[in-house]
């Protein structure tokens, strides 16, 4: 019954997502409509609640056996509690009865979003670009044709984009273009449909019970 | 030779130091780049362009800090172009962390439209001209519920304000009142906008992406399910472009003046590209050589 519940459950919410989009009578799409609008919507507030208890229990564990980075932890944990009072009883921006600006000094949530989020993320982001031009120059050789034609389209795509391309000559946006339109997408588009044809297949599996995995434990 | 060799084996800390010269330096001194408007773009302005009067333009905001510099340009310009053209906007994201950053947009461009504004007929008012739905979980529960009502999937605004209550979605009911949706993401939603709203409902479609991520939407674009794209800063520059070419707007263009910075760390890859391969072609040669 363990393993059976949940499989039928999984049956039983398959069917009923692929149906709405054969079945567009009325009564059938308002049901639908409840069961996503409703239904859905509750299931989920309980995951994100369930997702929130289950980080601070990992990141509790991971302090407790001291596992590696373990002090990190801390700063998550912190600034989950810290964030976590400033919302909830200061608002978003600061529209609750929390004060959120104290001697000149804002802190509410879109404040703190705006400048710690914010420039924390852009900055991890913009180190790529550092990485990815040192890759480039020790990685990207021409070591046979395919790799010289991988070479060369790159260059074109690089340049096309700039401003500078139309002054180098007036068709090499038009050219950088149509390697994004034809050549691209016709790899792209094949890629697509195996993709397309693996997920169908694996989510029948999933539905009709065959693929398991999912449950976790032994099969 | 020895040139050669030594500069198709410099040390890591010297490729960043020259990168992050060349990017700096042109945004030490901001100027305007003038680019040339590529189809993509010019139909994603067309399509926000010519939305009936009895429709409105859904935004979803969906790009992330890390993404904001390239994606937040798209954001401004399309708000811009809507508000000029007093087309009715409603914005929303799919997730919780891009709201703050829709917010930020949206504050932008209304206080530089009632800065200038010189009467309430002129202001751009809350309600009256645009919504800001806010955020609504799971990101199906949007993608499909919006087809069948509006106000049901987000009964109440980012604000808290019952949605049915503000003037101008009195008349906004589902889909079929939306001229397009354009989704401004870093990842995949304005795919989910076609797999989903698009496929069931037929709302239009607009997407804006990263440059990093432009070849995965191409072929959306090219059978018509986009009914327009935005590439990267370059496509954001492009979008620039004709909102001050046609409708006269000269606010601060802040992916052409990124363009700068962009021209100089592309040719600047290029050179370390080209430098590392010369290396690599004599060291290949000499090495046939010797054997």
């Known amino acids: ?13 398959g069917i009923l997502g692929i149906v709405p989009y054969y079945i567009p009578h009325a009564t059938y799409q308002n049901f639908d409509n409840a069961m996503r609008n409703d239904f859905l919507r509750i299931l989920s507030a309980f995951a994100i609640i369930l997702g929130l208890v289950s980080l601070m229990r990992v990141h509790q564990d991971k302090i407790k056996r001291k596992r590696e980075n373990w002090q990190y932890s801390y700063v998550l944990i912190i600034g989950f509690v810290i964030s976590g009072i400033i919302g909830l009883l200061g608002g978003v921006e600061g529209e609750l009865f929390l004060p959120t600006k ?29 990485f990815m031009a040192s890759a480039a120059y020790r990685a990207f050789r021409a070591r046979s044709i395919e790799s010289s034609l991988l070479l060369a389209a790159s260059f074109v795509i690089m340049i096309g984009v700039l401003p500078l391309a139309d002054r180098i000559s007036t068709h090499l946006p038009s050219f950088a273009q149509w390697i994004m339109d034809i050549p691209n997408v016709a790899a792209k588009r094949g890629i697509t449909f195996g993709i397309a044809l693996g997920g169908i297949a694996t989510s029948l599996k ?14 | 030779m020895k040139i050669i060799e030594y500069l198709s084996t410099l040390d890591r800390r010297i490729v960043y130091l020259v990168l992050a010269t060349a990017v700096m330096l042109p945004l030490v001194i901001p100027s ?15 399509a926000v362009d010519t939305i009936p009067n009895d429709k409105i333009l859904i935004v979803n905001i969906d790009y992330d800090p890390q993404t904001l510099p390239e994606m937040e340009p798209m954001g401004v310009a ?36 009632n800065q200038r504004a010189n009467s309430v007929a002129d202001s751009i008012i809350y309600g009256r001209d645009y919504v800001f739905l806010g955020w609504q979980p799971p990101p199906i529960v949007p993608l499909l ?11 109440r605004d980012y604000y808290g304000y019952r949605t049915d209550s503000l003037p101008m979605m009195r008349r906004i009911k589902n889909f079929n009142d939306v001229g ?5 993401s870093g ?8 797999a989903y709203s698009q496929t069931r409902f037929g709302v239009a479609v607009g997407a804006g992406v990263t440059a990093v991520s432009a070849s995965e939407f191409y072929q959306y674009y090219q059978t018509g399910q986009f009914s327009g794209l935005m590439i990267g800063m370059k496509g954001a520059a492009e979008y620039e472009e004709l909102v001050e070419s046609r409708l006269q707007l000269r606010d601060r263009r802040r992916a052409s003046e990124a363009l700068g910075s962009l021209t100089a760390a592309h040719l600047t890859m290029i050179v370390f590209i080209i430098i590392g391969n010369v290396g690599f072609l004599i060291r290949r040669r000499r090495d046939r050589r010797s054997q």
């Open chain 2, 78 to 113: 399309v708000l811009r172009h809507a508000f000029e053209r007093r087309i009715k906007v409603a914005v929303l994201s799919l997730y919780v962390q891009p709201l703050g950053l829709a917010k930020k947009a949206l504050d932008q461009v209304t206080e530089e439209f």
């Open chain 2, 32 to 46: 305007v780049q003038k680019v040339r408007v590529m189809t993509p773009v010019a139909k994603l302005f067309n």
């Open chain 1, 102 to 130: 104290i001697a000149g000094i804002q802190f509410d949530i879109q404040t703190l979003y705006l400048n710690i989020i914010v420039p924390l993320g852009s900055t991890m982001f913009a180190l790529l670009a550092f």
């Open chain 2, 180 to 184: 397009i949706l354009v989704s401004l």
């Open chain 2, 145 to 155: 519920g919006m087809g069948i009502s509006i106000s049901n999937v987000y009964t």
């Open chain 1, 1 to 13: 019954m363990k393993r059976r519940f949940p499989l039928l459950l999984v049956l039983i919410f």
């Open chain 1, 206 to 219: 999933i539905i009709l019970g065959i693929e398991r995995s999912w449950l976790g434990g032994k099969e």
């Open chain 2, 187 to 194: 990842a995949t939603a304005p795919l989910w906008w076609i």
